[in-house]
């Protein structure tokens, strides 16, 4: 365990990963057409705990098959 995690933080190294991709730009409703994360959970990532964490996650894949659904590419 790191030593430096409290008992209710995970150590930094098991904690959800960031999706970014690193092809960050903002569509007309700032969404990150790199990882299809809205502008304010892409904001509140790094503070944010695990669970919230894959509650984004679950957001951007759903956002991300919406557009493939609609035909767009990026």
């Given at each position: 365990m790191n030593v430096n995690a409290t008992a209710n933080e995970q150590p930094i190294e098991n904690r959800v990963g960031s999706p970014c991709v690193r092809k960050c730009?903002?569509?007309d409703?700032?969404?990150c057409v790199g990882c299809f994360r809205s502008l304010e959970e892409i904001r509140q990532w790094s503070q944010a705990d695990d669970s919230t964490r894959q509650r984004f996650l679950a957001n951007a894949t759903s956002r991300e098959e919406g557009y493939q659904q609609k035909g767009w590419s990026l």
């Open positions: 730009c903002l569509d409703n700032d969404i």
